[in-house]
C-alpha cells in the first residue's frame, strides 16, 4: 500500500512551476546579500502594485514568524490580542506571538464556521478597563479561516466599523490570502487596507513556493524597525533572493489567481462528490481550497488504514482534506473512491 498524502494539507504539494522558473533564473550570478538584491526590491514592488498602495513589505520563512513578528509590532507587552479559539496564532504558534511580543495575551473569542464573532469580541474589550487585565489592542482575523471559510465584504465592514468603534488595531493571517481572494472574486486592496486592515500576513507556501510568506504592512507606522525583529528572530534570509523570487514568478502574470482558483475548484468538486456518498456529509460550508467532511463511524480509520493521510482535528469523524495548485481530478477520483470504499 502505498502512502498517500495528496489532501493532507496545501504544503504537501510541491513547487508550482512559476515559482520554480523564477527561482532558477534567480540563480544566475551574484547579488547582494540581505535583501538588497534586486529580485527582492521586485518582489515588494510586484506586492505594491497588487495592492495599488505603497505598503512595506518583508519576507520571513514561514507563517509563524511572519504572524508573530507582525503582531508584536502591532502591540506593548501589556496589550492583548484577539482571535478565534480555532486560529492559528492560537492552536499552531507554540506561543510565539506571547513570546515574540514579552507577554502579550491571546484572548480567544467564539464565533461560528471559524469565523470571529463580532458580538463576542465586543464583549472581551469592553469586559475589563482596569490596569489589572491586559488592554485589548489587536483583532487578529483569518482569510479564509483555519475552517476554509470566507470573511465577504458585509464582514469586513462590519469588522472594519467595530474596530475603528473599540480603537483596535486589525491584523490579518492570511497563510492562504490568495485563496480568499480568487474565491470571493474582488481586487486584494478591497479585502484588505481598504477595510481596516492594518497588517497581512501574505502566504507564499501554501500557494506554492518552496518557503515563505511575506509580511504586508498597510499602516507603514507599525513598520518601524520591523528589520530588526526580523533579524532577532532569525528571520532574515542572507540570500534574500531566493525568498523572494517565487513570489516574482507567482505574481508576475497572475499565476497566484490560476493557481488559487484550481484549488478552489478542486475543493468544490471534491465536495459536490462527497456529499453523494452515503453518510458523508460536510461540517462547514466549502467556500475556499479546503473540504471538512464528516465521515460515517470508522470511515476515517478505514480511510487511514487505506494509506490515505489526513488531519482530523476538529471532532470524531470530522476530516479535512486540503486542495492546491497540484491537485488533479484523478487524485479526487482517487480519493472519493477509497471513502466509498471505508465506507463499505
Ligand atoms: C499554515 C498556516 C500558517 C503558517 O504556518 P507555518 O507552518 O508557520 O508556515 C499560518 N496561519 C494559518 C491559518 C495556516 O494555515
Known amino acids: 500500500m502505498t502512502d498517500r498524502h495528496d489532501f493532507a494539507s496545501d504544503n504537501s504539494a510541491g513547487v508550482a512551476p512559476e515559482a520554480w522558473t523564477a527561482l532558477e533564473k534567480a540563480n544566475r550570478g551574484y547579488t547582494p546579500g540581505y535583501g538588497a538584491d534586486h529580485w527582492t526590491q521586485h518582489a515588494c514592488d510586484l506586492i505594491r502594485e497588487l495592492f495599488e498602495t505603497d505598503c512595506e513589505v518583508f519576507f520571513t520563512f514561514n507563517g509563524t514568524a511572519a504572524n508573530s513578528l507582525a503582531l ?23 506561543g510565539a506571538p506571547e513570546f515574540f511580543s514579552n507577554g502579550t495575551k491571546v484572548l480567544l473569542v467564539e464565533g461560528e464556521h471559524g469565523k470571529v464573532d463580532l458580538a463576542a469580541v465586543g464583549r472581551r474589550v469592553t469586559k475589563r478597563s482596569d490596569l489589572h487585565y491586559p488592554k485589548p489592542k489587536v483583532l487578529s482575523i483569518t482569510q479564509p479561516t483555519e475552517l476554509g471559510t470566507l470573511y465577504d465584504t458585509d464582514d469586513l465592514d462590519a469588522i472594519n466599523e467595530l474596530k475603528t468603534r473599540l480603537a483596535l488595531r486589525l491584523h490579518m493571517d ?23 486592515v492594518d ?12 518557503v515563505g510568506d511575506a509580511v504586508v504592512f498597510f499602516d507603514r507606522a507599525l513598520a518601524g524597525e520591523f528589520e530588526y525583529r526580523c533579524k532577532q528572530a532569525g528571520q532574515l534570509a542572507s540570500k534574500m533572493r531566493y525568498l523572494a523570487a517565487p513570489w516574482v514568478g507567482m505574481l508576475e502574470g497572475h499565476a497566484w489567481l490560476r493557481h488559487a482558483r484550481h484549488g478552489n ?10 456529499v453523494r456518498v452515503p453518510g458523508v456529509s460536510l461540517l462547514v460550508p466549502v467556500q475556499a481550497n479546503a473540504v471538512f467532511a464528516q465521515l460515517p463511524d470508522r470511515a476515517a480509520s478505514g480511510l487511514k488504514t487505506r494509506g490515505w493521510h489526513f488531519y482530523d482535528f476538529i471532532g470524531d469523524g470530522g476530516a479535512r482534506f486540503m486542495c492546491s495548485w497540484q491537485t488533479t481530478d484523478e487524485q479526487i477520483d482517487d480519493l472519493v473512491a477509497a471513502i466509498r470504499d471505508a465506507v463499505g
Open 199 to 210: 497588517v497581512l500576513c501574505l502566504g507564499g507556501t501554501k500557494l506554492g513556493m518552496p
Open 265 to 274: 475548484a478542486c475543493a468544490q468538486r471534491l465536495a459536490e462528490e462527497l
Open 72 to 94: 508584536a509590532s502591532m502591540c506593548q507587552s501589556y496589550h492583548g490580542i484577539i482571535c478565534h479559539q480555532y486560529s492559528h496564532v492560537e492552536t499552531d504558534e507554540c
Open 174 to 196: 492570511g497563510a492562504r490570502f490568495f485563496n480568499a481572494a480568487a474565491a470571493l472574486d474582488i481586487h486584494p486592496a478591497e479585502i484588505t487596507w481598504r477595510r481596516g
